[in-house]
């Protein structure tokens, strides 16, 4: 499984902090605890060979040896000492019951020791005093000036404390194992928790790439994994609507193509194989040639919205007067409004207003709004359109018309693509549906806004802003 991946990484990571720490740890502890414990037994040592010089004083002055010989019995037993007396040679004369019969009257070769104790101090010494033990011992050496006596040495094995700090790593490497253990349980624990959720997300990946976008993730924790999801969820839900888009598109655009192509070809055929006489035949034609127009618009203004939405457009921007550009359109639909019989009423806020914009597709959004004004006004309608500025930088730019309208629902979809709100195409036979969704993606690409308002059979009113021109002559 991939999961492996991060638990392993993680237990690495764990388990090596684990124990370098407790490495770093155990040594210096057993490095502070040898100290102590060498120091502890020291003194302990001193006491007992104060006490002993007390016991021997004691009995060298009575004659009574029985106390101290139980003394000594009793040290060796619980301290793991052996005692020892040498004279002012160095001597061994007297020992605790386990100190062999044939060290007696031998001597201490240490001579920095003996002179110690000789001038009365207390000497200590680790090793194995002149090859008389076989370990190496800890011995403390105790001056005590009673008869032919100099001094007492009280010896306690090395590996006794090494045996002690043994049993102390023994305990941390039990612990360090039972941590590992426990780390090992937690980590693999908390490794599933996070994996278990990306592991579900690269499922449902997959899933997506294969095309099926409903697919998506439940995890709900409020961490960074929770977040993923939830963008991970986001993403989807886009791509599906995307999809959604993409196939609506198509089935449009080819219903769009379809009819045209169907009346173009039926009445080709019928004209060529003389169903439609030659007198007829013009009418017809001109019918052909209505379609293939319309067929040459669509396929524009598709490659328009594409151009717009995949914003590989380029704005060629320049300063012109928005007055001169409304006057060029209105000329070039001159006919259409004198065919419905229109009333026009132009308001211009000021005799000239210079905007900043790209000059060509500013007079498409112009025409796509008129020609539904008058797409969409009565026979001898009104339509009004209006400069109004705003704002110290902007214009607002009006298109009015007084005609059927658009329904509250409707204003939510007439700037989607290939969106009627008469779905039968029935009334207007040349809309796409696509004028609104490239004056929304025109505007979009200049950074500007449009707004519908419209109260059905009152007045429809579009509204859009553009940014002035540094150049106003009232500026
Ligand atoms: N001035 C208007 N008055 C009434 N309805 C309108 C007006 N402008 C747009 N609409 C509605 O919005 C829809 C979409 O408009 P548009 O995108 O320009 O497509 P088309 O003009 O190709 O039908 C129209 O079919 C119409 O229903
Ligand atoms: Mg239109």
Redo the contacts with the bound molecule.
């Keep these: 499984m991939n999961n492996k991946s991060i638990f392993k990484k993680q237990l690495m990571l764990y388990l090596g902090t684990f124990f370098v720490s407790f490495v770093i740890l155990g040594a210096a502890l057993s490095a502070v605890y040898t100290k102590y414990y060498m120091n502890e037994m020291k003194q302990d040592l001193i006491n007992q060979g104060r006490k002993v010089s007390e016991e021997y004083t004691k009995a060298y002055f009575t004659g009574d040896f029985q106390s101290l010989a139980h003394e000594l019995q009793m040290l060796e037993e619980y301290m793991s000492a052996g005692v020892f007396f040498i004279n002012s040679d160095g001597v061994l004369i007297l020992g605790s019951p386990g100190i062999p019969e044939k060290w007696i009257g031998q001597a201490v070769t240490n001579q920095k020791a003996i002179e110690g104790i000789l001038n009365g101090n207390i000497v200590t010494l680790e090793g194995k005093i002149n090859g008389l033990f076989e370990e190496p011992v800890l011995t403390v050496g105790y001056p005590l000036q009673v008869g032919q006596m100099a001094g007492i040495f009280m010896c306690t094995s090395m590996p006794e404390i090494e045996r002690s700090l043994h049993s102390m790593y023994f305990a941390g490497f039990i612990c360090l194992l039972a941590v590992m253990v426990m780390g090992t349980i937690l980590v693999y624990i908390f490794s599933k928790k996070i994996t278990q959720p990306l592991l579900q997300m690269n499922e449902a990946a997959k899933v997506i790439a294969k095309g099926d976008f409903e697919q998506r993730v439940e995890i709900c924790t409020d961490d960074e994994v929770g977040q993923l999801a939830e963008s991970f969820n986001h993403m989807a839900e886009n791509l599906h609507q995307y999809e959604k888009n993409r196939r609506d598109f198509i089935a449009n655009v080819s219903h769009d193509l379809r009819s045209p192509l169907t009346s173009i070809q039926g009445f080709l055929s019928a004209i060529l194989d003389g169903t439609i006489p030659e007198e007829k035949q013009s009418r017809y034609l001109n019918i052909i040639l209505e379609e293939t127009q319309r067929l040459t618009k669509l396929t524009n203004d598709i490659v328009d919205l594409s151009m717009a939405q995949t914003s590989k457009m380029t704005l060629n921007k320049s300063d012109f007067d928005i007055n001169a550009l409304i006057r060029e359109t209105l000329e070039r639909m001159e006919a259409r409004f004198l065919e419905k019989e229109i009333v026009l009423r132009v308001i211009y806020a000021q005799k000239e207003t210079y905007v900043l914009a790209d000059r060509d597709k500013i007079a498409r959004v112009l025409y796509?709004l008129i020609?539904?004004a008058i797409?969409f006004s009565y026979q001898k309608g009104e339509i009004e359109i209006e400069t109004v500025p705003f704002d110290f930088h902007k214009i607002m730019v009006i298109i009015r018309d007084f005609g059927k309208g658009i329904s509250k629902e409707e204003q939510k979809c007439i700037f989607d693509r290939f969106y009627k709100a008469d779905a039968s195409r029935g009334e207007d036979k040349n809309?796409?549906?696509?004028?609104?969704s490239i004056v929304k993606e025109f505007l979009l690409a200049h950074g500007e806004h449009i707004a519908v308002k419209s109260e059905p059979d009152k007045a429809t009113e579009f509204i859009f802003s553009l940014p002035l021109a540094e150049r106003n002559p009232s500026k």
């Design positions: 796509n020609d539904n797409k809309g796409s549906g696509l004028g609104l």
